[in-house]
């Protein structure tokens, strides 16, 4: 029978258990504990592992199986979003303000009046980004911020953590710019993490957890310069 595995800031690390451990119910709950230090998060996202949890518990990894992946090539940009895209209505931006996005993303939505993004997490993100290695999309209109979406690249591999839209559409264009910059960068794969209507609709689609680890090792450890901006 399988068992949640306990970490202590005191482990090393790079070290978690083997994904196949990974619960089925909760699906993907692998691990508790540790902390959120860019060591262990850099570790776990190397193994297809990534933190997800609300405020008041420990810290919880997961890596599920089926995992959900957007090839940047199988975006699927609709009539309506490419018109969206034409008209300029939205100024799009890579790295322009990290932490409006993350902050963005933490806010109350009507579905979801909560927010997994805790300060610790916020603090987390922040200094990934500070090393290089945390990005953003960010979405204007008049000057003002209406979307964007986060997450951690590492090599030829973008991990996409949360996004948000205050107007129609901002969410997808900011999307469609992270799949510009993955071409333009030659990064080879999207994570999604979990499956979702609106992600599906833009493309996304699930792949075996074995898959998408072999996309890791083979991806994950390529030479990574600089994000270019399209």
């Not at 998060?41 to 518990?57: D, E, K, M, T, V």
Request: aromatic share 10%; hydrophobic share 45%; proline share 8%.
């Amino acid at each position: 029978m399988k068992t949640i595995t306990w970490l202590s800031p005191q482990d090393a690390p790079e070290w978690f258990p083997p994904t196949e451990q990974a619960l089925e119910e909760p699906a993907g709950l692998l691990a508790a504990g540790g902390d959120l230090s860019p060591e262990r998060l850099l570790a776990a996202y190397r193994r297809g592992i990534f933190p997800w949890y609300s405020p008041g518990q420990p810290v919880l990894w997961w890596s599920p199986d089926p995992r959900a992946v957007l090839f940047p090539e199988e975006f699927h940009c609709s009539r309506s979003l490419a018109r969206t895209l034409r008209t300029k209505r939205f100024a799009l931006s890579l790295d322009r303000d990290f932490a409006a996005v993350i902050d963005g993303c933490a806010a109350p939505r009507a579905a979801s009046p909560g927010t997994w993004i805790t300060s610790d997490m916020r603090a987390a993100y922040l200094e990934l980004h500070r090393l290089g290695v945390a990005h953003s999309i960010e979405v204007w209109r008049a000057g003002a911020l209406v979307g964007g979406l986060y997450g951690v690249r590492l090599g030829g591999v973008f991990f996409g953590e949360s996004m948000f839209s205050r107007e129609r559409d901002a969410s997808k264009a900011a999307l469609a710019h992270l799949v510009t910059v993955c071409r333009r960068n030659s990064l080879v794969v999207i994570d999604c993490q979990l499956p979702s209507q609106h992600l599906a609709s833009l493309g996304s689609r699930t792949i075996p957890r074995t898959q998408f680890q072999a996309l890791l090792r083979e991806h994950v450890a390529t030479a990574a310069p600089a994000l270019v901006a399209p």
